[in-house]
């Protein structure tokens, strides 16, 4: 990722989503995203953060990975998130949103994980990875 702060990095990978996972415009997602980090820092630590949204801006759950090489200031001591995933969930499906998060944080806290998506080279080895660990 080339992005140097969450709302720029919000935005790089809304583009990521093709035009038709985004019913209601990916300006709609970024403003629900940004809008719901400024609430609340959605920061995880050891170099993860989750910017979310619920919103109307989408039919269906839509995820999207970024790995910033130098990290972006995230945290509340502006400590640096290295891996980034964006996710827009339909308001009405909260359930659907309680399991994406379960299986967000069961990801996570798989360190070998973590360290390999920061380690490895290519980013198309994290998104790969990434689309394994939320199919299993």
Known sequence: MHA?????????????????????????????????????????G??????????????????AVGRSDVGIPWGPNGEQAQIIVLVGVPKPQVRGYLELVRRLIAIFRDESRVRAWLDAADPEVVRAEWSRAMQG
């Open 46 to 63: 050891k170099g993860l953060a989750l910017p979310h949204a619920r919103t109307y801006a989408v039919s269906n759950i839509v995820a």
């Open 4 to 44: 140097a702060t969450p709302e720029d990095a919000i935005q790089e990978l809304a583009a990521l989503f093709p035009d038709n996972a985004i019913a209601g415009g990916r300006d709609k997602l970024e403003t629900a995203a940004i809008e719901r980090e400024r609430e609340a820092s959605t920061w995880l």
